[in-house]
């Protein structure tokens, strides 16, 4: 405390301090530039987004090492972000800034919402060929979705879709199996019901385990299975109102009667599965991964027949090029080479991570028919329904949050059938009614 | 004056005295000194500036953006008049963002005081623990807030969730906690305390700590025990501290997003229970790309705001008289 | 008022006497600080709780994350995840960032609001007034309500996804400059003027009278800056996408790993994430606590 005085030394040590602290300021700011491994680094850096938390995450983690193992001259970084919404924002938000990565995946049904052209740069069809791939390889109608304004912005990978999970023990308990171990065809959603009833029975739990806070899948499966109609126009929307209401209420009936989960999240849903609280889950065809991993006894069929058929709901994967301020010639090269390898092999995709691959070659090949227990739902492919297209639309759209919301009243107990419904009506109206930002 | 007098030198020992700005004996600011000239100026400029640019002129362009159809994906920006403020106030949920967002705070501010100070009380009473309970109660505030969502994710997970099988195990109903909208923001709640009380913890204990001697050795001489004199003694005392800390943790509740956008969701809980008007404005801005919708809602969040917080601040400044 | 002062710390250090239990000997044991310590004893426990809890499924095998009934005691403990976890190095990464990111806003922070303290306490210049009121005015906005507009600007300024772009908006807190220049005007002037009849300028008088007086408060603000900036979620979240220059909440928030549907991983990546702040404030207890309350009842 004798520095306090300003004739004594320590004035000069303060002093000494400041300038001390002064270099430490300006060698951060050189650190603040880049990233602080990137400096040293000569190789092509390639980065990707993906959405892959669920059980095709590590099915594209093996992918990617096999990847980075034949392209040692890639400084290649795969990054997972939570599903959904918060994926898409990062992608438009890290576009705007001009800093994206260099190459993501996403829905295919989000293409038109990612504003192609201004958040989304164009593929070089030729760099694209260059790295093998055309339209040859793939079906001409999934081709043709990839393209916005006769421009080429995504290059496609996969189908997907929900399909029904069974734990073949519980079930064979409950008397619910066939000769093949194949789970027995239920007819109407009443006969669900009473199959559930008896699987809740050897539980002592629930009987069919879903995500509540994603159950518009589900809920989309039931109403197009009655050939449910929605559709947009400018500033209006038709909804089958008959149809929307009987899939609320059957959802509602199922978290009702304890069958199904009144809560769970993506993770609780598997979780109930492998706990054996549940004797079936109602899920995308990505669980097979891990389901894999954590060696839960299971086999899949295709969503249940609950209105006289077994439509589902789907979707596609595809990879885009994230807008870049400076597009470097050399990273974009190795992003479609990167894309090109994965579609390529995406028999593995397939078979790990339970897609249906887009690369025709792959769907074709011998490797691909034998593969359980892909056969049983591969039908589930042509029964796939998606929803209208519209700026709101699509996999984590707006329109689907808004449904979630209905529908976690619905399996909460909170919200009956018809306050849903009323609830969605009105979600739908202002949708229609907001001036498209794309 | 005891403790100036021990203390090394005069300002150091009044780290916190904003009631006597000028300790006694020393001599005020001495204005003849004081000649104008612009050097003053240059020492204020980098933060001024910094602050004009970070801080004045995004409010600004965020009043003009509300005017226009701006859109995060770039494009065509067109003015459109009173649009986005008219969709705005009539838009429910942009009400029922707020209203959650006012209940938050209704519910977090009263059990957040109550317990830091109880916490105190306990804490400055239990003397020879002091160390191990200010480290249990503080401790949470030092987490980074993604943990402490994911900690308290997991333990309100329903069916093998830490805190229903306890509830279950002693026969008590088992909430579904995040899982439903009548309980989502009482778990948020729930999970803030924990996580933030040890700040109003601190603030009160040295509130305690600073109370002098004398004012206890007076009580204790009428021979009253320890809750009177807790009651009679203590309380009247921390009413200064108690007005501050009111004042901060409103402050600090009323602009919540990260523990309700990471526990409720990003969706923003069952049937948008805990989507806070923040959430909404980021919702609106970056998930949604109007930008334009967007900056009118956060002028009304930052006019309400402007509002309470000029009236905090005069309950603070009264208070200091 | 009685001599009521504003809570210091100070005397806390020197205050450790019986006096806090009158007419009670130190030491005697009674039933009532029997009951008192129990009770004590027994919050801190529970307040623990949730972080030993965390602890424990970190070292637990996958399996048993989600056993019914719940063990403390992990049957088979293990340190594969929190190996599974350094592994993939990004969390380390992140507390990087983190270090980075924080001491540039606290070093920018003190320097900046202690020169703009220093010109509102010590200099006359044309329109002072007004720029202080200017400032103090900036106590009242949000920064949470300007996270639009500030990610259009950096999206301008070309800031979005770099560390200047993350530390230079959180360094404009008014309210450090309001609490500096308070302290500062309470430095008696007698040490200046020794200092200014040596000739010393306003720069030497900051750095060699005032700052060297003001360590205390100083330190208190950086304390609390640093926390700050540390746990700062929402502006970090908004301004950046890249994965690579996340801070440790917004990494731990937005980033799902691939063992994202695991229990025990994403444990111990909490755990892991929370300890650089967990061992400063073990280290520092006294310290941090003494910042933390002298900064807040100041601000």
């Known amino acids: 405390m004798r520095d306090a005085s300003p004739t004594q030394p320590g004035s000069g040590l303060a002093r000494r301090g400041f300038l001390k602290s002064s270099f430490v300021l300006a060698g951060l700011g050189l650190a603040a530039c880049t990233p602080a491994d990137a400096v040293l680094d000569t190789r092509v850096r390639l980065r990707q987004w993906n959405l892959f938390s669920g059980g095709d995450g590590n099915r594209m983690i093996q992918m990617h090492e096999d990847f980075q193992a034949q392209h040692p001259d890639l400084d290649f970084r795969a990054t997972t972000f939570e599903w959904g919404a918060p994926f898409y924002t990062k992608v438009a938000m890290a576009a705007a800034g001009g800093r994206a990565a260099d190459v993501a995946t996403v829905h295919l049904s989000r293409l038109a919402s990612l504003a192609p052209g201004r958040l989304l740069d164009p593929v070089d069809e030729g760099l694209l060929a260059e790295a093998g791939i055309d339209a040859s390889v793939f079906l001409p109608n999934v081709w043709e979705q990839c393209f916005h304004d006769g421009q080429l912005y995504a290059i496609p990978l996969d189908t997907h879709t929900h399909i029904q999970y069974f734990n073949p023990e519980i079930c064979a308990e409950a008397g619910l199996l066939d000769g093949d171990g194949r789970l027995t065809e ?253 | 004056m005891a403790t100036s007098a021990e203390a090394p030198t005069p300002p150091q020992a009044h780290p916190a005295t904003p009631a006597s700005p000028q300790p006694p004996g020393t001599p005020g600011p001495r204005p003849r000194r004081r000649r104008p000239s612009w050097a003053g100026l240059w020492f204020v400029l980098p933060f001024v500036a910094c602050y004009a640019l970070f801080l004045l002129w995004p409010s600004l362009t965020m009043f003009v953006d509300s005017f226009t159809n701006r859109s995060l994906a770039g494009g065509e920006t067109s003015w459109v008049g009173l649009d986005n403020w008219a969709t705005v106030l009539t838009d429910p949920a942009m009400w029922q963002s707020l209203w959650i967002t006012l209940l938050f705070t209704l519910i977090s501010v009263p059990p957040l005081v109550i317990l830091g100070l109880a916490l105190a009380l306990l804490t400055d009473h239990a003397r020879r623990a002091g160390w191990f309970l200010r480290l249990s109660f503080f401790a949470p505030f030092v987490l980074p807030v993604a943990v402490m969502t994911e900690i308290w994710g997991f333990m309100y997970q329903p069916g093998f969730g830490i805190i229903n099988q306890y509830l279950g195990a002693l026969g008590l109903p088992q909430p579904e906690w995040l899982g439903s909208e009548n309980t ?61 800390v009111i004042v901060l943790q409103m402050i600090a509740s009323l602009r919540i997003f990260d523990q309700a956008y990471l526990l409720g969701g990003h969706f923003g809980g069952p049937n948008f229970a805990s989507r806070t008007i923040i959430h909404y404005v980021y919702e609106t801005g970056f998930v949604n790309f109007q930008i334009g919708m967007a900056s009118a809602m956060a002028w009304v969040f930052f006019v309400i705001i402007g509002l309470i917080s000029v009236f905090q601040f005069r309950l603070l400044t009264r208070n200091e008289d | 008022m009685p001599e009521h002062r504003t809570p210091h710390q100070h005397s806390t250090t020197r205050g450790r006497s019986p006096h806090r239990i009158p007419g009670r000997p130190f030491g005697r044991v009674t039933t009532g600080s029997l009951v008192l310590y129990l009770v004590a004893i027994s919050a801190a426990v529970f307040w623990l709780a949730p972080l030993l809890w965390a602890l424990s499924t970190a070292t637990k095998p996958e399996g048993e994350t989600n056993a019914i009934p719940a063990r403390w005691i992990p049957t088979d403990p293990t340190l594969e995840h929190v190996a599974q976890v350094l592994g993939r190095g990004e969390v380390l990464r992140w507390i990087l960032n983190s270090v980075v990111v924080s001491s540039l806003v606290t070093l920018l922070t003190l320097v900046l609001c202690c020169l703009a303290a220093y010109g509102f306490s010590r200099c006359v210049f044309p329109g002072r007034a007004w720029v202080f009121a200017l400032v103090i005015g900036g106590i009242l906005i949000p920064p949470q309500a300007v996270i639009v507009p500030q990610f259009i600007l950096m999206t301008q300024l070309n800031m979005v996804d770099t560390y200047w772009g993350i530390a230079l908006p959180q360094v404009v807190t008014p309210i450090f400059v309001f609490i500096l220049k308070r302290f500062f005007d309470g430095i008696p002037r007698d040490y200046e003027d020794a200092a200014r009849m040596d000739g010393a300028g306003h720069l030497r008088v900051l750095f060699s009278v005032i700052l060297p007086l003001s360590r205390p408060i100083l330190a208190a603000v950086g304390i609390f800056v640093f926390i700050g900036a540390w746990n700062n979620f929402l502006w970090p979240f908004v301004v950046v996408q890249d994965p690579d220059l996340m801070t440790i909440p917004v990494g731990l928030g937005t980033v799902a790993s691939d063992y994202g549907l695991q229990y025990a991983p994403s444990m111990a990546a909490a755990v892991i994430g929370a300890l650089p702040l967990l061992i400063v404030f073990l280290l520092f207890q006294r310290q941090i606590v003494t910042g933390i309350a002298g900064a807040g009842i100041k601000g």
Not at chain 1, 231 to 254: I, K, N, P, Q, V
Not at chain 1, 370 to 387: D, Q, S
Not at chain 2, 201 to 229: C, H, K, M, N
């Open chain 1, 186 to 438: 239920v007819n109407g959603l009443e006969e669900f019901l009473d199959m559930c009833r008896e699987i809740a029975q050897v539980t002592g739990d629930m009987a069919v385990s879903l995500d509540t806070t994603y159950s518009w899948p589900i809920f989309w499966a039931m109403f197009r299975q009655q050939d449910g109609e929605l559709s947009f126009t400018d500033d209006d929307f038709h909804l089958d109102d008959e149809a929307a209401y009987t899939a609320f209420e059957a959802l509602y009936r199922l978290s009702e009667e304890g069958l199904a989960p009144r809560f769970a999240d993506g993770q609780g849903a598997t979780s109930n599965f492998d706990n054996l609280q549940a004797g079936l889950l109602l899920q995308g065809n990505w669980e097979i991964a891990s389901f894999e991993a954590t060696g839960t006894p299971y086999s899949a069929t295709q969503m249940p027949n609950f209105f006289g058929n077994r439509r589902t709901r789907g979707d596609a994967h595809c990879f885009v090029l994230p807008h870049q301020e400076n597009r470097d010639r050399d990273r974009t090269r190795a992003a479609l080479t990167y894309a090109a390898w994965m579609v390529r092999n995406s028999l593995s995709w397939g078979e790990g991570g339970g897609h249906i691959p887009a690369y025709q070659p792959v769907v074709r090949s011998e490797e691909y028919q034998p593969l359980e227990p892909h056969v049983h739902y591969a039908e589930a492919a042509a029964n796939t329904e998606f929803e209208p297209e519209a700026w709101f639309s699509g996999s984590a759209s707006q329109l689907q949050s808004e449904a979630a919301a209905a529908l976690n009243g619905i399996h909460a107990g909170t919200a009956t059938p018809k306050d849903a419904l009323h609830q969605f009506r009105r979600s739908l109206r202002s949708l229609v009614t907001t001036p498209a930002p794309v």
């Open chain 2, 184 to 244: 989502v923001l009482i778990a948020i709640v729930i999970a803030t305390v924990w996580w933030t009380v040890g700040f109003n913890f601190v603030l009160y204990l040295a509130a305690l700590q600073g109370i002098p001697r004398e004012t206890y050795d007076a009580a204790s001489i009428d021979g009253s025990g320890a809750w009177q004199r807790i009651w009679h003694v203590t309380l009247p005392q921390l009413r200064r501290t108690t007005v501050l």
